[in-house]
């Protein structure tokens, strides 16, 4: 039996310049070549990595008082609705929110992204009028650096693998999954597969709250189980769920980040989602997580889903791998033949995992141990009916 | 196979002469109308993509329609990929049925491939990012 390392172990390492950092993809090789057991001797950190639409994003904000002080009860940044139904001049923009005027075109996530970039975001602000808050409405225009708080705190990030999209239908349709084409024409995966954080730690054993990540750059917390986690779906024989299945809410100031690895992004017929880049770094504590992190797209499966169905419960067309996904060629039940593409980057992933990989090694980044876990026996339901229903 | 959207203005002399037909049997171009508004006694307007094995038959056809009095000009050449925007996220690959967008299955980028491009315009739509337009003009 191999030894068990500890987190403040492989810090001391990590701070002396020493610790052993590779990517969820050199760890597979690495695995290969060597065995579980001398990997989860040699190894300290593994990097994994995700670049792709998370829709449950958002960011809160502290505008400061204005003279004579209002409590903004309605807020618009570049005539995006903030939600500002808290006291008195914060506000929580949601990602997807499209503009007044623009509509899909232009939402939250772009004022995120405008924000991000250096550039002036113009608020507008009405109230009632109090005793203590006697104005009425106030605009300005503010950047960034005029905020006294802009922090990212995303619900539902991170999903823990993806089914793949398809449409039986005789029309193209628009769907969070970018179009699809009538008749099976093309089919859309989100998933970064075996650089997935949650699909290299299945049972979130590392992975939890309070858990140091990268989020847009800069460094970011696990900050709770994400909406709609959902630990229990089908698993496979290594632990892998079948589907959606883990999420996670993290946080981090927006201040710190880099454009390079959030973008705003239209769906054409969807609406407005943000693309964020999320690293997460998995300790190598013992040879159960050096086996997690071996795991490769052959050994994660998905289902195809058709999205031509209007309900919750779609009909599949047979599951897949992410190695098959990824040669750009999948076969359904039935033997038909439908491209594959994929939603989220891999490359920018890719980059992340490599950029983490590069913080850990240089010594800036040390691990934390979660203060608690996520949940694995959290179950997910659908909208409770009305009994008349 | 490549192509180029093209508008014809007709001369009236011209009108009644069979030029999508001889761009068919003569230069075995595939023409496919957009729009066409043709006026009697006036000029006529003609919207099209010309599709062709290559270069030099797609300009052959171009410079039999000049020679016939027809004024041509080049609507669209190709694909407009802004590498600024674009996130190498590969969602307009799945919907580019010719080969034009493709992704490097070594290190996962984007690979414009515009010579194949016959204007679906089918991955306008799909990239999220709006890193895709066509060159007019
Ligand atoms: S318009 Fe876009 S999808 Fe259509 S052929 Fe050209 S590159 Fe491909
Ligand atoms: S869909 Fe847009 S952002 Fe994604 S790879 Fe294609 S051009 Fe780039």
Redesign the pocket.
């Known amino acids: 039996m191999s030894r068990v390392k500890s987190y403040q172990e492989i810090n001391q390492r990590i701070k002396k310049g020493k610790a052993v950092v590779l990517t969820a993809e050199e760890m597979i090789d690495f695995v290969a070549e060597n065995g579980v057991s001398t990997a989860s001797e040699e190894v300290d950190v593994v990097t994994t990595a995700t670049f792709g639409a998370m829709c449950s994003s958002g960011a809160f904000f502290n505008f400061g008082h204005a003279d004579p002080p209002i409590r903004m009860e309605k807020v618009w940044l570049n005539d995006v609705p903030a939600y500002a139904g808290m006291a008195a001049v914060d506000a929580y923009l949601g990602a997807t929110e499209e503009s007044v005027d623009r509509g899909e075109e232009y939402g939250g996530a772009h004022v995120i992204e405008d924000l991000l970039q250096g550039k002036t975001v113009h608020l507008r602000a009405i109230a009632k009028g109090t005793d203590c808050y006697p104005r009425q409405e106030v605009e300005t225009d503010l950047t960034l650096a005029d905020l006294n708080q802009a922090y990212l705190f995303n619900p539902r990030n991170c999903y823990q693998n993806y089914s793949v999209a398809v449409n039986s239908s005789e029309q193209t349709i628009y769907t969070y999954m970018g179009p699809l084409a009538a008749n099976f024409g093309n089919a859309s995966y989100s998933s970064a597969g075996q650089l997935s954080p949650l699909l290299n730690d299945p049972y979130y054993r590392t992975i939890g709250i309070g858990t140091r990540v990268f989020l847009g750059g800069a460094n970011g917390y696990i900050a709770w189980e994400g909406t709609q986690h959902n630990p229990l779906v089908e698993r496979n024989e290594a632990g892998i769920p079948l589907g959606g299945a883990g999420t996670l809410a993290v946080i981090g100031d927006l201040k710190e980040m880099d454009p390079e690895y959030i973008s705003a992004a239209s769906i054409k017929n969807y609406g407005v989602t943000i693309y964020i880049g999320i690293g997460i770094p998995i300790p190598i504590l013992d040879q159960e997580m050096a086996r997690y992190t071996a795991v490769s797209d052959r050994d994660i499966y998905t289902d195809v889903v058709d999205y031509s169905v209007a309900a919750l419960k779609k009909p599949t067309y047979g599951r897949v791998n992410y190695q098959q996904l990824r040669s750009g060629k999948i076969v359904l039940t039935g033997g038909r033949e439908v491209t594959t593409a994929p939603l989220s980057s891999y490359k920018r992933a890719r980059q992340i995992a490599a950029e983490l990989k590069e913080r850990i090694s240089q010594g800036h980044f040390l691990l934390e141990k979660p203060v608690q876990g996520i949940s694995n026996s959290r179950t997910f339901r659908p909208l409770k009916k009305r009994k008349e229903d | 196979m490549i192509a180029r959207r093209i508008e014809l203005i007709f001369k009236p002399q011209a009108v009644s002469k069979p030029i999508t037909y001889y761009l068919v049997k003569k230069f075995e171009l595939i023409p496919n109308i957009l729009q066409a508004r043709i006026f009697p006694e006036e000029e006529g307007q003609l919207i099209m993509d010309l599709k062709g094995e290559t270069e030099q038959e797609l300009q052959a056809g171009i410079k039999y329609l000049a020679e016939e009095g027809v004024e041509v000009r080049v609507l669209a050449r190709s694909i407009i990929?802004n590498r600024e925007k674009?996130?190498?996220?590969?969602?307009?690959t799945g919907v580019c049925k010719t080969g034009a967008?493709t992704l490097n299955r070594e290190n996962w980028e984007?690979v414009l491939a515009d010579h194949k491009c016959l204007f679906c315009e089918m991955c306008l739509d799909?990239?999220?990012?709006q890193?895709?337009s066509l060159e007019t003009g």
């Open positions: 990929h674009c996130t190498d996220c590969g969602a307009c967008l984007l799909a990239c999220p990012f890193a895709l």
